[in-house]
């Protein structure tokens, strides 16, 4: 009989927490039907300056201001601790058109960033996006100049479809990557859960991106 000290038992009872399929975390209501747009409200669009933005791509049909699976709790608890922090909801409609949708969103994103670099010298930025929002944000860093890389001072993904592809290399160390256990989105050899990729509303994910979002803003 194999004999494992307390050390062992520990570290493999931590292994199988990660690997336990996460719960279902439910649903919002007022979310359409997958593959749906969503129709952007651009009265949700913060005008003047501020210190610090957080530009949030929502996922596919996902309802909320800036997307009430991430987004919402993200920024709600960014907000929530760092003075002058607000959200900025992508303008794109985030619907089964991926083809069509995602250049609308990037384009915007890259639009922001530099009509506020120019109102506002000192503001900088977080991009954050899950699912197809993640695709948005690669897509506009095409877009986007290096003149304004260091003005983005944080990206974060979840369920990112292109997990782990490189971004340019003068954001990479400032890029955290979420991808969650039984995610078949982010991790196509990984374990399949049901609720793998609508499980970053979960605490877990959320305050780590805070962390790393406040972290990011004061580096
Ligand atoms: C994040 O927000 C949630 C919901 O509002 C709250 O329960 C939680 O305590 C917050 N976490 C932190 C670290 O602020
Ligand atoms: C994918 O998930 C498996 C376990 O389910 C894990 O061993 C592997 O490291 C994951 N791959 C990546 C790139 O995270």
């Known amino acids: 009989m194999v004999r494992l000290d307390f050390a062992s038992i520990l570290f493999l009872a931590a292994v199988a927490v990660g690997q336990r399929c996460p719960a279902n975390p439910g649903r919002d209501p007022s979310e359409?039907?997958?593959?749906?747009?969503?129709?952007?409200?651009?009265?949700d669009v913060p005008s003047g300056c501020s210190p610090f933005e957080i530009l949030s791509a929502r996922g596919t049909s996902e309802s909320g201001k800036f997307g009430y699976r991430v987004g919402d709790p993200v920024i709600g608890?960014?907000?929530?601790?760092?003075?002058?922090?607000?959200?900025?909801?992508?303008?794109?409609?985030?619907?089964?058109?991926?083809?069509?949708?995602?250049?609308?969103?990037?384009?915007?994103?890259?639009?922001?960033?530099?009509?506020?670099?120019?109102?506002?010298p000192d503001q900088t930025f977080s991009l954050?996006?899950?699912?197809?929002?993640?695709?948005?944000?690669?897509?506009?860093?095409?877009?986007?100049?290096?003149?304004?890389?260091?003005?983005?001072?944080?990206?974060?993904?979840?369920?990112?479809p292109y997990y782990q592809d490189p971004i340019p290399?003068?954001?990479?160390?400032?890029?955290?990557?979420?991808?969650?256990?039984?995610?078949?989105?982010?991790?196509?050899?990984?374990?399949?859960?049901?609720?793998?990729?609508?499980?970053?509303?979960?605490?877990?994910?959320v305050e780590l991106s805070e962390a790393f979002i406040v972290e990011g803003f004061a580096a």
């Open 128 to 160: 954050i996006g899950y699912s197809q929002g993640a695709m948005v944000i690669r897509a506009a860093l095409d877009l986007i100049p290096a003149s304004l890389f260091p003005k983005i001072k944080s990206l974060v993904f979840f369920g990112d």
């Open 169 to 205: 290399g003068a954001l990479t160390a400032k890029l955290l990557e979420n991808c969650a256990t039984g995610d078949n989105i982010c991790n196509s050899s990984g374990t399949y859960c049901p609720y793998g990729h609508v499980s970053y509303t979960f605490p877990q994910w």
């Open 32 to 43: 359409p039907p997958f593959g749906q747009p969503v129709t952007p409200r651009p009265g």
């Open 77 to 120: 608890n960014v907000t929530a601790v760092l003075n002058g922090a607000r959200g900025y909801p992508v303008q794109y409609p985030a619907s089964i058109d991926f083809d069509s949708g995602i250049p609308i969103g990037a384009r915007d994103v890259a639009n922001r960033l530099a009509s506020q670099s120019r109102l506002c």
